[in-house]
């Protein structure tokens, strides 16, 4: 191999070592973007989970408050 054909193998090799290195900083950056969306997501379902739980409570609270008022309910309303 001759000192310019050798030149030109080093100058090849790194251009591919700098496309794979910004190549790796681009999929450092997504993943990071992706791990705060997957944090934020997580967070955002545990809200809805408890704010589920929330509702569901107050609808079975309801639910028993009706059934003991059903029977002080006359049966004939006409």
Do not use: G, W
């Not at 100058?11 to 070592?17: D, F, G, P, Q, R």
């Amino acid at each position: 191999m001759t000192l310019q054909h050798f030149s030109n193998y080093i100058s090849h090799m790194e251009n591919e070592l700098n496309a794979l290195e910004s190549k790796l900083a681009q999929l450092i950056q997504v993943s990071s973007q992706l791990r705060a969306e997957n944090h934020q997501l997580r967070q955002e379902l545990a809200q809805a989970l408890s704010s589920n739980r929330l509702c569901n409570d107050k609808i079975d609270s309801a639910k028993a408050r009706l059934e003991k008022l059903l029977p002080t309910f006359p049966e004939d309303l006409s």
